[in-house]
């Protein structure tokens, strides 16, 4: 049973710039909630995704958007990059439908963006 | 919004000793607080988790805590081993939409 898997591991790109990150949820789940991690810190929320929409979104600009498409897979997208937004960018899946208990979620190996 | 602090940021033992790392949290609408394992260049483990209706969980040598009144959990690694070196991470949340709230992590070291 495949777990929560990443692409690409490792991505280096300019100020300005724009990259799409990938993630394919674990097997059976449907819901897909995006993390950035910063160098010696734990992972703040960037947006959630269930049945292809937007659910819930952090405290992060409109420079980060995403999608999810029919087979629960999902994209981060981030426009305009500053240096700042060098850091980990974890996927994290879970099986959502109820609204009432918390799910347990599952994460990837992560892809490791570099701006210069 | 929810607010979790973690101590200490880095703790060592010899191996064979215990191991505890401490939570608290500041929202008490929540009722999820799991933990995560991460290796160097990996991504979080999951690794043992409690919900509210519930004070102890344990797992082999691991084992969680949880004081809803006081607002605070902890994890206890028993006869820890040197692989059990890595940071370790709680969260909290609530509902089934809301995000989990990380703490800033605790590295673990665990000297053979």
């Known amino acids: 049973d495949a777990g929560v898997t990443q692409s690409p591991t490792h991505l280096i790109k300019t100020r300005g710039q724009q990259v799409t990150l990938r993630c394919s949820p674990k097997s059976g789940h449907d819901t897909v909630s995006w993390y950035q991690q910063a160098l010696g810190q734990g992972p703040q929320f960037i947006f959630q995704?269930?049945?292809?929409?937007?659910?819930q979104r952090g405290n992060f600009p409109d420079r980060f958007s995403g999608h999810q498409f029919p087979n629960y897979s999902s994209e981060l997208n981030v426009n305009a990059l500053w240096l700042g937004d060098s850091a980990l960018y974890l996927c994290?899946?879970?099986?959502?439908?109820?609204?009432?208990?918390?799910?347990?979620?599952?994460f990837g190996p992560g892809t490791r963006l570099l701006v210069l | 919004g929810e607010n979790v602090e973690q101590h200490p940021s880095t703790l060592s033992v010899q191996e064979g000793d215990s191991a505890v790392i401490k939570c608290t949290y500041s929202?008490?609408?929540?009722?999820?607080f799991p933990w995560y394992k991460q290796e160097l260049g990996k991504g979080p483990q999951l690794i043992i988790d409690i919900r509210s209706n519930v004070g102890e969980k344990k797992d082999q040598r691991i084992a969680v805590t949880l004081n809803k009144t006081a607002k605070h959990f902890s994890l206890h690694i028993t006869e820890t081993q040197p692989e059990d070196s890595a940071v370790y991470f709680c969260?909290?949340?609530?509902?089934?939409?809301?995000?989990?709230?990380f703490g800033k992590g605790t590295r673990l070291s665990v000297i053979a």
């Open positions: 969260a909290a949340s609530s509902s089934g939409n809301t995000p989990l709230v």
């Open positions: 929202d008490s609408a929540s009722n999820y």
């Open positions: 994290a899946s879970s099986l959502g439908g109820g609204q009432y208990a918390p799910k347990t979620q599952y």
């Open positions: 995704y269930y049945e292809e929409e937007e659910r």
